[in-house]
């Protein structure tokens, strides 16, 4: 871990000197910041927040955050707060687990006061599990039978389930725990799911465990079941928020 710090510390000082006083504040977020990171299956998640949207220096940003992507780094998310403050409504998901889960690295820590709205996040919980449902659906039917294709869309299900069930706990005003696995067991169970099965898909996915045809088949049929019940439930929050109107 002191070696990840000590990397991390470099990539800001290295943006700090590129960017000068157009940059206003950097923040780390994703895995390492949940003390989740893993050297094999996670990448290093960083957030400058510039003061404008001049994109001159971008060719040498470009030069930089590839260098940087080979020790580990993922391209860094560079937004500048009119961006954030319009957006919002838009990603209100993705600003949550930034919100709950970061550190700030340099300048203001301005991700601690985003006003995230519940009804933005039911929404988007609602699209990304109906979305989900539907994928799911089209590729039991395209790619049924092949295990290597039916397991990658499995796998790059996990982070989804991860950021749903966080927005399902917020609006239901529980606090999100920090740990991935008791944010799957609390919102599955909010929701009335198997948390085995999105456990057993986060597990698959950091252990990069392979699967066999049947296993594939398996999973998959067990997922389509219980994205069917996540999407009746988030019906349910629609309703219900409906009601109150």
């Given at each position: 871990m002191d070696n990840l710090q000590v990397k991390i510390d470099d990539a800001v000082e290295l943006w700090k000197r590129f960017w000068g006083k157009n940059l206003e504040a950097v923040a780390l977020y994703g895995s390492a910041a949940r003390a989740e990171w893993s050297k094999k299956s996670s990448d290093i998640n960083l957030l400058l927040l510039l003061n404008s949207d001049d994109h001159s220096l971008w060719p040498k940003a470009a030069e930089?955050?590839?260098?940087?992507?080979?020790?580990?780094?993922?391209t860094p998310l560079i937004l500048t707060r009119n961006y954030i403050k319009s957006s919002l409504d838009v990603?209100?998901?993705e600003f949550l687990d930034m919100k709950l889960f970061h550190k700030s690295l340099h300048g203001e820590d301005f991700l601690a006061t985003l006003e995230i709205e519940s009804e933005h996040l039911r929404l988007q919980a609602e699209r990304e599990i109906k979305g989900k449902w539907v994928q799911f659906r089209q590729a039991a039917l395209e790619r049924g039978?092949?295990?290597?294709?039916?397991r990658s869309l499995l796998m790059m299900s996990v982070p989804t389930w991860v950021s749903v069930f966080q927005a399902l706990i917020a609006v239901d005003g529980q606090e999100?725990?920090?740990k991935k696995a008791e944010v799957m067991t609390l919102g599955a169970e909010l929701a009335g799911v198997e948390a085995g099965l999105f456990i057993e898909l986060m597990e698959i996915r950091r252990t990069k465990r392979s699967l066999n045809r049947s296993a594939a088949w398996n999973l998959l049929?067990?997922?389509?079941?219980?994205?069917?019940?996540l999407a009746r439930f988030a019906d349910?929050?629609?309703?219900?928020h409906e009601g109150r109107e």
């Open positions: 930089i955050a590839r260098r940087k992507s080979r020790k580990g780094f993922a990603f209100p998901i039978g092949e295990t290597s294709a039916m999100v725990p920090i049929l067990r997922t389509l079941d219980q994205v069917a019940r349910s929050l629609s309703t219900s």
